[in-house]
């Protein structure tokens, strides 16, 4: 074999062990989570049964697995629970999306225009920390019971971290930096386009994950005090009439509804910000 070849040969099985152990440590952590992950599903799968068995809570109050799996594959059989799923994904993210729009509009006025920010951190941080439930009895007057009144709630409750965040990352953009730019008389749109908020991205990528939550929550919740079409209406529903097995059914899915929205939204979150060392994969 020429001695050029083995050079190379050599050099390839150089870079390729070099990979490799630069990849084994993110390997490594990712198998440790897995297991962590696994060994805290099946503690919790435990604690479960122990509870059905304990006489203070019992098998009416919490079922155990053995019947609630089987309720879990019974409803995914059904038309009934890919409706509800829709009813409560369809205004969750409608109201997240007007949430969106509306927060990210007026936290880009007040990060930018300095007396306003001034003036209405007071008023922000009031309206931000009451309870939005607590002002249900007035949508109701105002909006009556029906899909706007479904839709407001939520959308309050997407809002404030889109409008807190935004103006927070807005109001953080190096003036220097925007006077620099200005100085070379480039439009004051370019300028808001093009430097400012993309330099408040990663605050309105923490809103996002922040809002999409709160937007879900809401709407379940909404949805089973008010017996609104969707999963909390069905979770209310079952809860009344005993029906613990399905109700925990129909917790679960509203829960991996969570927990999917939010590891989509994570995938998001690294693709908006994908430039620093929190938006990269391992």
Do not use: C
Not at 35 to 57: K, N
Not at 115 to 143: C, K, Y
Not at 167 to 187: C, M, N, W, Y
Request: hydrophobic residues 55%; charged residues 15%; glycine residues 8%.
């Amino acid at each position: 074999m020429p001695q050029d070849d083995t050079a190379t040969i050599v050099a390839a099985a150089i870079g390729q062990a070099g990979r490799e152990d630069r990849s084994s440590p993110a390997r490594r952590r990712a198998k440790k989570v897995f297991i962590a992950r696994v060994l805290f599903f099946i503690g919790l799968a435990g604690a479960w049964q122990s509870l059905s068995l304990w006489p203070y809570f019992g098998p009416n109050l919490t079922p155990g697995l053995q019947r609630i799996i089987p309720e879990i594959i019974r409803l995914a059989g059904t038309p009934m629970l890919w409706g509800a799923m829709w009813d409560t994904l369809s205004y969750a993210l409608l109201a997240l999306l007007l949430g969106a729009i509306t927060g990210i509009t007026l936290g880009t006025a007040v990060g930018l225009i300095r007396p306003v920010r001034r003036s209405s951190r007071l008023l922000l941080e009031v309206l931000r920390a009451t309870p939005l439930f607590g002002l249900m009895p007035i949508f109701i007057l105002l909006l009556g019971t029906g899909p706007v009144f479904k839709l407001s709630l939520p959308f309050l409750g997407s809002m404030w971290p889109f409008l807190v965040q935004t103006s927070q990352g807005v109001a953080k953009v190096d003036s220097v930096l925007i006077e620099t730019v200005r100085s070379f008389r480039v439009p004051k749109r370019h300028v808001l386009l093009r430097v400012v908020l993309p330099n408040a991205l990663p605050y309105m990528a923490t809103a996002l994950r922040l809002s999409l939550v709160l937007s879900i929550l809401i709407t379940v919740g909404v949805e089973a005090l008010m017996k609104l079409p969707g999963l909390g209406a069905e979770v209310a529903l079952s809860s009344q009439y005993a029906a613990m097995t399905e109700m925990w059914a129909w917790i679960f899915y509203a829960a991996v509804v969570g927990m999917g929205a939010t590891l989509l939204v994570e995938r998001v979150e690294k693709a908006m910000i994908y430039w620093r060392p929190s938006g990269r994969s391992a």
